[in-house]
């Protein structure tokens, strides 16, 4: 069974530019789950969607970030336009229902510049 | 003060030392998580407690829900082993996951 994916690996950005970043929960996982670490930081939590809903966005730090997950399968964060503080990595999760053990994809590198 | 907070910060030791990391947490939670992240790779999953002890080969893990706290052990270290331990708890009011600010373990040949 394949695991969490999550595209691209790594981003190198410009301030001002737009970047989509893509996870793909294991099959049959409705839970997803955005985190990000910024440099220096804890990891923290962004935000859950069951299916194609947002449960909770709390974590969503600001306005230029933007979160789909159309048909309740893939979902992408969008950040635009990026900023220099939008720079760590973006880690993705997912699990069956919210009590169960969550799985983590490798993680997208971004570093705007 | 963190909500979750992990001792040590850093920790080297030699192959084959018995190695304890722990957390200490404030929050009500349902669920408590250690992680492990090697150098440039993603987040496994080791373990997910909310009482008691797990062992999986040579890692411990285990929980005191009055004291909140968590031990995470490793018997028989191995260079291997080296990565950033992270313990992460599940608030038991939405359900988020806390994490803490990681453990990073260097186990010497």
């Known amino acids: 069974e394949a695991g969490v994916t999550q595209f691209p690996s790594h981003s190198v950005i410009e301030k001002g530019q737009t970047v989509t970043l893509r996870c793909d929960p294991i099959?049959?996982?409705?839970?997803l789950y955005w985190y990000r670490r910024v440099m220096g930081k804890e990891i923290k939590f962004l935000l859950h969607?069951?299916?194609?809903?947002?449960?909770?966005e709390s974590g969503m730090p600001n306005n230029r970030f933007l979160a789909e997950r159309t048909g309740g399968t893939y979902s992408t964060l969008k950040v635009q336009p990026a900023e220099l503080e939008d720079s760590g990595v973006y880690f993705c999760?997912?699990?069956?229902?919210?009590?169960?053990?969550?799985?983590f994809g490798p993680g997208t590198r971004l570093t705007v510049l | 003060k963190n909500e979750v907070e992990q001792s040590p910060q850093n920790l080297t030791a030699q192959e084959g030392e018995f190695i304890t990391i722990n957390c200490s947490y404030s929050?009500?939670?349902?669920?408590l998580h250690w992680l492990q992240q090697h150098p440039g790779g993603g987040i496994v999953s080791l373990f997910m407690?909310?009482?008691?002890?797990k062992k999986h080969g040579r890692l411990i893990a285990t929980i005191n829900i009055q004291e909140k706290h968590s031990s995470l052990h490793i018997t028989a270290s191995h260079p291997r082993d080296s990565a950033v331990y992270i313990c992460?708890?599940?608030?038991?009011?939405?359900?988020?996951?806390?994490w803490g600010a990681g453990t990073k373990l260097i186990i010497k040949p």
């Open positions: 999760a997912s699990s069956q229902d919210r009590i169960n053990e969550q799985f």
């Open positions: 099959s049959g996982h409705d839970n």
């Open positions: 969607f069951v299916k194609e809903s947002k449960q909770d």
């Open positions: 929050v009500g939670i349902s669920a």
């Open positions: 407690l909310s009482s008691g002890k």
């Open positions: 992460a708890v599940r608030s038991s009011s939405n359900y988020q996951l806390i």
